[in-house]
């Protein structure tokens, strides 16, 4: 109800209504960025891009209710947008190491053991298995979604987060690990 | 499976403690700021179309819950309300029992043991009991969840959870808080979900009739008009309701930011009979029928119903300082300058291929007033903006400072910088009283 009013209003121009829609999800949308980007300076710049992109497209947005979808799908391609101009062709690909040295820097709370683990883990996925699954089991978003903002059939990105969950299955040693 | 999953969990967990950084919603302001505006489309249909909604939302919300007083005695307090199992809270009276149970495909049992509703939230305690043999393993009752409430004229959002499990870890048992739900509802539905291991979810609706004469009635429900001046304007402070739940008060901000949020919420205490009440939070909210924002501020149940004065103390907030001298840029050093009662460092004026990079540093609360910053050059006032974002500047003794790059095209040397002001959190320590309607 709130979102769609908010929405309605930053459709006719209102500008503080468009930051209040993003304030007020304001951590998932800087988690998201930070995923890609790997640090706070480009997490931040990512999202300004978005912002602005946000503000001009407003008007084609049809589904008001989707905005969240739809506006973090934008600031997913600006990420991507952004590591490809930096050479970094493949997205998580390099950016991993980066993500697990900043959580643990940053945040002396983060539980370090976990992240390393994680991030050893996910390295044997290839970047594509490896965004999906970080877009559907850490930011929780439905496969459709994935889909629309990696611009890959739904169909593949079924079997990209399925294949990489079996691949972690063998190197953790699956069932053995769980009756050990 | 159990494992890798049990692994991102934790991953998640770890990124959900990375929260955005303070500046970001001045720098997306600024971002918006630079693009233009666009021209407003006027849409007759539209507009009746809200209207239309608005005074329905009027009369609706203007409906009072029938019935059920609070009758006299000790009021629960919030950590009570959520320790306590649905049995223990009914037994003092409050709220009404429902007992709806569905189970998942895998045998998992959710069960909707009852709900207080009332003027400020809707509180719903359930219990997830898995299938026999199962117990919990840590944090796994993060797989279940709802996210709303709906029914007629209800579509109520949670806004907080919490529970625990029990000795066994075969169950576990929570309370779920969501938006009020409206007193017209009949029948009410909880959308539960759970996490398949494949990814996929399973949602079960659980719904139940919803009693609106078992919901309970506020202490305090009024509105008030009482205003507050500030440096930049005025915080308004429009309705206090006092519910068997939580306290809110709402009101909304005058300033002169183009209807902004203010640089710093502040502190704002609330006192019931002198004693203080515990402060659980500021949320803000969007903007109110004359575009102005809004802010929400939560406290603990009221201590009694026995109200005889009522007190909002304005503590801290947003507090703005004017500087008038300019400050020298000639000799930069990490020793602080004083301006007013606040610090500011120049740690270094360096010259680049299109003028100067300028270093200054300043306390993490004291915001420097960026639109008509300038730095004087040769005679001449030049604009400098800032380059970078700002980071931290660790003295080792402590203290942690922030410092930003500003950068000023200009071929002749800086020699003064001229700030208008900056932001900082103030002491107001204003005392208002709120009156007391007895109804």
Known sequence: ?180 | MKAIEDKIQRHKQNLNQIQAPAELEDRLRQALHRIPEKKRKNNKPLMWSISAAAALLIIVSSYQYPAFAYIGGKLLNRMELISLSFSEVAEQGYGQTVNKSKSFKDGTVITINGVIADDNAFLMYYTIKLPEGLTFKEDEFIRYGVTKVKGFLTNSKVTEGGGNYNKDKTQFQGVYKFEPVNPFSRTLTANFSERLDSGEQEIQPVSFKFEANKAMKSIINEKVSKAVPVDTGTVHYDSVIASPTSTVIRGHYELNNNGGHPMFAGKTKLFVNGTEVEYFGYRSGGVDGKNSPTFELNYDVLPTDKIESLEIVLDKFSGYEKITEPIPLTSPSDQSIKINNEKLWIRSVTQTGSGYDIVIARKEFTILDTTHMLVQAGGKKVPIAPVSASRPWDLGNGNVLREQTYSVQTQDKPEFLLLEGFHYIKEYNTRISIPIVHK
Not at chain 1, 132 to 137: D, H, N, V
Not at chain 1, 161 to 173: P, R
Request: net charge negative.
């Open chain 1, 1 to 180: 109800m709130r979102v769609s009013r908010l929405v309605r209003q930053a459709q006719n121009g209102n500008k503080e209504a468009l930051l209040q829609l993003i304030m007020a999800d304001q951590d998932a949308y800087y988690r998201l960025a930070y995923t890609y980007m790997g640090n706070e300076h480009d997490a931040m710049d990512a999202m300004e891009d978005m912002i602005v992109t946000l503000y001009e497209k407003i008007d084609q947005l049809q589904k008001r209710e989707a905005f969240y979808s739809w506006s973090k799908t934008i600031l997913v391609n600006r990420c991507r947008a952004m590591l490809r101009k930096n050479g970094k062709f493949t997205p998580l690909e390099d950016e991993q190491d980066a993500v697990a040295y900043e959580l643990m820097a940053e945040n002396p709370y983060l539980g370090t053991e976990a992240e390393m683990d994680m991030k050893t883990l996910l390295s044997h996925l290839n970047a594509h298995q490896r965004e999906a699954i970080e877009l559907r089991y850490v930011h929780d978003f439905p496969y459709q979604t994935i889909a629309d903002m990696t611009g890959a059939p739904l169909g593949t990105i079924k079997s990209r987060i399925s294949q990489g969950i079996e691949k972690l299955k063998v190197i953790i040693g699956g069932d053995r690990y769980e009756s050990d």
